[in-house]
């Protein structure tokens, strides 16, 4: 019956019935033929899109469950709020490169560069955090925030990406990916 549900007795009931039950192997063989290139009629799709209809989450119970595993409540994390805290202040007061710290804390370069970002582990806050600007370790990087901010202010100005590149000495591929979005997606034009 579509849009019935069972008791949590009648569910335990079913449960109970087929549990450790042990199909013969002519039975298995009648199962995987029936399902072998079988499609849904017109009818079963029609009952199916039915039955789930309204079974969606919302949005606050998608935002329940990922506020469930974020940050050190997920059993997937390498890191700590603790170890997040100390990366946050390498970055930030220190300076460190991101490959520095990675190998320090062993974890992917990838993980490092997206708390710098803040791509994951906002919740976790440093005082230092953003506030200082650095001279940066690699002397192959042109660019820090203060010019990523006037970058911004000068494509929000219409000047083209090759112009810029010229006035900065990167390519215009450089600018075109801040236009995008791609790099420095966290400096924002207000200061």
Request: net charge positive; hydrophobic share 35%.
């Amino acid at each position: 019956m579509v849009g019935r549900e069972a008791t949590e007795k009648h569910k335990e009931k079913m449960r109970a019935m087929f549990l450790g039950r042990v199909f013969s192997s002519e039975t298995l063989q009648k199962m995987r033929d029936a399902k072998l290139g079988g499609k849904h009629t017109l009818e079963h799709i029609e009952k199916i899109r039915i039955t789930s209809t309204g079974r969606r989450h919302s949005q606050e119970v998608k935002d329940k469950a990922g506020l469930a595993k974020l940050g050190d409540k997920n059993p997937s994390s390498k890191l700590t709020s603790i170890e997040v805290v100390k990366i946050k202040q390498l970055i930030w007061v220190d300076g460190i490169h991101t490959s520095a710290i990675a190998k320090q804390f062993n974890v992917a370069p990838r993980t490092i560069r997206d708390i710098k970002n803040r791509l994951c582990w906002k919740e976790v806050v440093c005082e230092q955090e953003g506030k200082v600007e650095f001279a940066h370790p690699n002397p192959a990087i042109k660019l820090n925030e203060s010019k990523v901010r006037e970058i911004k202010n000068m494509i929000s100005g219409g000047k083209s990406d090759k112009n810029i590149g010229q006035i900065y000495l990167v390519s215009p591929k450089t600018i075109r990916d801040i236009r995008r979005g791609i790099t420095w997606k966290n400096v924002s034009l207000i200061a």
